[in-house]
Nanobody, 119 residues
Framework: QVQLVESGGGLVQAGGSLRLSCAASGRTFSRYAMGWFRQAPGKERDIVADISWSGGSTYYTDSVKGRFTISRDNAKNTVYLQMNSLKPEDTAVYYC????????????WGQGTQVTVSS
């Protein structure tokens, strides 16, 4: 069992930055690929970025490449999403989720954190 708690969301102007954190409980955190997903109002939840258990493999959706960076610290049971050059279209609830492989199905989800980017 893995419990996930996101933090770091908020309101930022376009062009600004935020860093999201996702703290995991449980001893098996390092076994899981960890990803960030987002859901804007009226839209489906989509993957944003994903990272393998070792950190050696990452995935980014096209719209965030070059702006967002996913990383993890297995000693702290935490995964991060550094978001730079934010755009209004990045506004969404951001969720972290754990699964067995990069871009694979998710077994555990956090409760989400709101990110709002004003123009």
């Amino acid at each position: 069992q893995v419990q996930l708690v996101e933090s770091g969301g908020g309101l930022v102007q376009a062009g600004g930055s935020l860093r999201l954190s996702c703290a995991a409980s449980g001893r098996t955190f390092s076994r899981y690929a960890m990803g960030w997903f987002r859901q804007a109002p009226g839209k489906e939840r989509d993957i944003v970025a994903d990272i393998s258990w070792s950190g050696g493999s990452t995935y980014y959706t096209d719209s965030v490449k070059g702006r967002f960076t996913i990383s993890r610290d297995n000693a702290k049971n935490t995964v991060y999403l550094q978001m730079n050059s934010l755009k209004p279209e990045d506004t969404a609830v951001y969720y972290c989720a754990a699964g067995m492989k990069v871009t694979g199905p998710r077994d555990y989800w956090g409760q989400g954190t709101q990110v709002t980017v004003s123009s």
